[in-house]
């Protein structure tokens, strides 16, 4: 959140230059020479507009409207005003709020949507949060339908080392509940990567995340796809089935394939040896239970309902 105001009383326009402090630098991106107001975020000055700022957040309004102090400093004739956030996530917040945002299609940086939650959270501009959610969103559905029309590629956001888990971490320190279910589940894909860090990227670690997931693990393992009863399978569907999902070893990924995402796979094709009568009672019984899996996603992860899942 930002601070109020420093009263160190300065030469006008003269940077501190205290021992073991750098010189305060001007941002060669946002500096405008029509600007009325500076902001400082670490060592990084920002010349802006006071009356846009204003329009755009109530929180900067505040902070605008407290009074000046005697010997405030200031910068060609401009009020400073300190603020607690890195200088990296201010200038991704003024270049959001002075520069056309990107559109939806345009897969943007992941650090851009993470700056533009926290941010639009901190200085209550909902627009730039709205438009965040709506990215991780379109990545992280809540709906099967919109699951499937995703087929596991990265449309609105650049895919990167670490992602996943930076997104969980982002979810869980801003309260996005929505987007978890299937932020773990695409985890579970690659489970060792999760459990020797090799999704972190430079994130650090997530225990919550890991026991998540091997909950979920568990969970499905025991689940309805077993193959205790075989006397009910019909025309051997039931340990086809079986053998697709979790034979030798739990896929537990696959449960959420759709049938022809399934079944066009090279090396599962090799494994069919069903007439099309089976084949159609295998889809039937896939389907079913594809939709009762996405229903209870949440649960698998120890998580409210989907219609019990908030955001702020």
Request: charged share 25%.
């Amino acid at each position: 959140m930002p601070k109020r105001c420093r009263s160190v009383s300065e030469a006008e326009g003269q940077p501190s230059t205290a021992v073991g402090q750098s010189p305060f630098e001007r941002s060669s991106e946002t500096w405008y020479h029509d600007g009325n107001i500076v902001l400082q975020a670490g060592n990084t000055q920002f010349k802006v507009h006071q009356g846009l700022l204003e329009r755009q957040s109530i929180v900067f309004s505040e902070l605008f409207s407290q009074p000046r102090k005697p010997g405030e400093r200031t910068v060609e004739g401009c009020r400073v005003v300190d603020l607690e956030e890195s200088e990296g996530d201010v200038q991704l917040l003024l270049t959001a709020l002075y520069e056309p945002r990107p559109a939806l299609k345009d897969p943007v940086p992941f650090k851009f949507v993470s700056a533009m939650i926290r941010m639009g959270l901190s200085y209550r501009i909902p627009q730039l949060y709205e438009e965040a959610l709506e990215r991780l969103t379109m990545e992280l559905p809540t709906t099967l339908e919109e699951y499937d029309q995703r087929n596991g590629a990265w449309t609105s956001i650049v895919e990167e080392k670490g992602l996943l888990i930076k997104i969980v971490n982002l979810a869980h320190k801003c309260g996005i509940h929505t987007i978890l279910p299937a932020a773990y589940f695409r985890c579970l894909s690659n489970m060792d990567a999760l459990l020797y860090g090799e999704l972190l990227g430079d994130e650090p670690d997530s225990p919550r995340s890991e026991a998540a997931c091997l909950t979920a693990v568990r969970a499905e393992v025991g689940g309805s796809w077993s193959c205790d009863d075989e006397e009910q399978c019909f025309y051997g569907t039931r340990p086809w089935l079986c053998n697709v999902l979790w034979n030798p070893v739990p896929k537990v990924e696959r449960v959420l394939l759709n049938w022809k995402h399934l079944t066009s796979k090279e090396f599962l094709l090799t494994c069919t040896s069903l007439c099309e009568k089976c084949l159609k009672e295998a889809q039937e019984k896939f389907e079913v239970e594809r939709s009762v899996t996405w229903m209870e996603l949440p649960g698998y992860f120890g998580l409210p309902k989907w219609e019990d899942l908030k955001n702020p």
